[in-house]
């Protein structure tokens, strides 16, 4: 499958709100772009932050590895080619409900704290991703809360 095409429009059928129902990649995009461009705000993305993405992303769109695997490849390249976050984050707000995009908060804070440890460029992504998906400081933290919370139960 061809990320790229259709989350820039290239062979795109005419009628949005049909894409809308059949076509649920240019979500996955964004959505592994976020995840990503978290991964790597401290300089390293190691295999274990892949291999905790590609699980987030089993988990979240129940695919399989392989499908996942290049899904962080296109979402990496469509990263490199884009000047900020906001394409992938306006493609977020555009589709999902408020309860799906709290679900990609909760998955990007996995992702901060799968090294049981938040930097002051994590804490800054997060809270910019949060504003661009029109989160409160207090649900952005609710959603942390409850991540921790689960960390620890583990």
Known sequence: MNFKKKFFGENRPSNIDQEKKNDSSDIQVATCALLLEMANIDGEFSKEEQENIVSLLNKKFQMPSDYAEELIE??????????DLWQFTNRINQNYSRAKKMQIVEMVWEVVYADGKLDKHEDYLAHKLGKLLRFSHRELMDAKV????????N
């Open 74 to 83: 296109t979402s990496q390249k469509e990263l490199n080619n884009s000047p």
């Open 146 to 153: 409850k991540i921790l919370r689960n960390g620890k139960s």
